[in-house]
């Protein structure tokens, strides 16, 4: 059975900004901390190929998978899936960020998943699971960009 899970944050900085950081895959262990590195494997203009790798868990796992994304900067928005092995069957993301007023940004993130049969977990815990982490990240991400958009404005840059 698919699950589907919608989350957004409203961020206090312009959305171009937001836009770039976003999407500086490179620095994203930096901006969502929930990845111990990120290897870019393939970029063909809006597309690209990227390892996620994890930090280790508490038993010392380290998780890591590739996800595939396809980004469409005029409208700003991101359509991404998980390739390989995982507790999910299949996982597809499609974001997008919405400027508010010339100052705000409003991050989207929407999710579809199929839980594999094998794992030990239901749709219904892995959704508990992915919805509480995306609520956790995208609010560790308005922080961070909310940062460097008040560093900007106090330095002229912005």
């Known amino acids: 059975m698919a699950a589907h899970i919608e989350n957004e944050v409203l961020i206090g900085a312009p959305v171009d900004l937001t836009w770039r950081l976003a999407n500086d895959i490179e620095h994203w262990p930096d901006l969502f901390g929930e990845y111990a590195s990120v290897r870019l494997l393939r970029r063909d203009g809006a597309a690209s ?8 868990d508490a038993r010392g796992r380290v998780l890591s998978w590739i996800l595939e994304q396809l980004s469409r900067p005029a409208r700003r928005t991101v359509h991404a ?38 794992t030990p977990i239901d749709d219904a815990a892995m959704m508990s699971h992915l919805e509480f982490g995306s609520s956790t ?11 460097v958009a008040r560093a900007q404005r106090l330095t002229g840059d912005g």
């Open 49 to 56: 190929r990227f390892r996620l790798t994890a930090p280790p």
């Open 81 to 118: 899936r998980r390739i390989g092995p995982g507790p999910v069957e299949q996982l597809s993301v499609r974001w997008c960020c919405i400027g508010i007023g010339g100052v705000a940004t409003r991050l989207r993130w929407i999710q579809d998943f199929t839980t594999r049969p094998d």
């Open 137 to 147: 990240r995208l609010d560790l991400l308005r922080r961070r960009i909310e940062s």
